[in-house]
């Protein structure tokens, strides 16, 4: 219920980890996915000031960002599938399931890519890159254009129509949008990874338990904007970040709806909080409940806690629906059906979260559309991580009937048979001494 903060990463470390990382999925995870979009080459263009998201997470922890133009490319050397294979292919050996990766950039990346351009022998960046483009005879290049996602759209239309102008025919015409390729790649968790997520979850359940409690609130002086800003100046202590302002609420005997802003806590209330950090360039986004208690209370009332029980159910509702293949759309419509079976109100708006908070892959619901919707028509995959994200509605009879929303959301992993939360989830009020 009140976790202790664990010791934070210094961050000289949190970047060996980091490009440990990185190395580990380039190795292991890039390839395999472009052979299962059956692309030979995948082209990523960004401009200083102007990143790629998938770019972006393939540079080192001391080159996280463009510098000047930055182009990798990732390079199948033996593709499977292509119809003419290369002549520098030879099947079965290790180089034919080597992806060779190049930078043809200014500035070196960490080792991780290989450089393909030397300014003084080829002052023309794009020149250059066409050249390593016809070496190599790609059947099928993907590039960061998508109409269908954010993710996997960050090539601008001014790189593209450069890009295009550099490549040598035919391979112009070879071009194709890098879709799923781009989501699969960042919504795909490692075992790596996943060894210190729930570190990273139980630093952030920490933090809250601290905002919900009398270090951060006194009852009948704290607003919650003071407590918002507690919190940011806590994770600025801490040497971490967030990825969003905390969202935070009361919810009181009496008032219809939430209050916020320039309100005092008091004893009585119910406190939501929506928060998260980014830590080790992984994020979290998480919601917890708390009651401040009034003089002479030690537990919360009965229908408080069983409003939080009602969003528990509608989270079972909802672990229990995932499966690998189904749809956002499908994993919704059978969660909302088996929660209004048991005669609860649900809102489901759940999302993967990982390199973003609100991250690449499917989405189960909205907060403000719970029918099936071309953003849910992304399949489940194995090993990806989702923010379980919901409401279930209850009437308080303490509170003289009045309809509650109690807002839940932890962060879990579904590893493609089942879902596990990967720091545990809120069963119990939180607790604030008056």
């Not at 781009?182 to 601290?210: D, F, G, K, Q």
């Not at 970040?241 to 005092?264: C, K, N, Y």
């Not at 806590?265 to 998480?286: A, C, E, Q, R, S």
Request: aromatic share 8%; hydrophobic share 40%; glycine share 6%.
């Amino acid at each position: 219920m009140a976790p202790a903060v664990p010791p934070v990463i210094p961050l000289r470390e949190r970047a060996r980890i980091e490009d440990r990382w990185l190395a580990e999925r380039l190795e292991t995870l890039a390839l395999p996915l472009m052979r299962e979009a059956k692309v030979d080459m995948w082209i990523l263009v960004a401009r200083e000031y102007l990143d790629d998201e998938v770019l972006r997470t393939m540079l080192d922890a001391e080159n996280f960002t463009a510098r000047r133009r930055t182009i990798l490319v990732l390079s199948d050397p033996c593709p499977p599938w292509a119809s003419a294979r290369p002549a520098r292919c030879t099947p079965g050996t290790p180089q034919a399931d080597t992806l060779e990766r190049l930078t043809v950039s200014r500035y070196g990346l960490g080792g991780l890519f290989d450089p393909a351009w030397q300014p003084e022998d080829e002052p023309d960046q794009w020149k250059r890159l066409g050249r390593i483009v016809a070496e190599r005879a790609p059947e099928r290049i993907a590039i960061n254009t998508s109409a269908e996602s954010a993710f996997a759209d960050g090539l601008t239309l001014s790189q593209y129509q450069e890009l295009k102008a550099a490549l040598p025919a035919p391979y112009a015409d070879r071009l194709v949008p890098a879709n799923e390729l781009a989501i699969h790649w960042l919504e795909t968790r490692t075992p790596s990874e996943m060894a210190l997520y729930p570190m990273i979850v139980r630093t952030a359940h920490a933090i809250m338990a601290e905002g919900l409690s009398r270090k951060a609130i006194t009852p009948g002086k704290t607003t919650v904007a003071d407590l918002e800003w507690w919190l940011r100046e806590r994770i600025a202590e801490l040497k971490l970040e967030t990825w969003f302002h905390p969202g935070i609420a009361i919810f009181r005997q009496g008032s219809e709806g939430e209050l916020a802003g320039d309100t005092v806590f008091l004893p009585g209330d119910m406190v939501w909080l929506d928060f998260g950090i980014t830590y080790l360039g992984l994020n979290t986004d998480t919601q917890h409940l708390a009651y401040i208690l009034k003089p002479g209370e030690t537990d919360a009332p009965p229908g408080l806690k069983a409003g939080l029980a009602a969003a528990n159910k509608v989270q079972d509702a909802l672990t229990s629906s995932y499966a690998t293949g189904l749809t956002g759309n499908e994993i919704l419509l059978e969660a909302r059906r088996k929660a209004l079976a048991q005669g609860l109100e649900p809102t489901i708006y759940s999302h993967q979260i990982g390199f973003h908070g609100h991250a690449a892959g499917a989405a189960i619901g909205f907060w403000d559309d719970q029918a099936a919707s071309p953003r849910g028509d992304h399949r489940l995959r194995p090993n990806t991580a989702w923010s379980i994200e919901l409401s279930a509605h209850h009437k308080v009879p303490e509170w003289g009937g009045q309809r509650v929303q109690f807002r839940t959301e932890e962060d879990a992993f579904f590893d493609g048979k089942s879902v596990r939360y990967i720091d545990g989830r809120q069963t119990r009020m939180i607790l604030i001494a008056p």
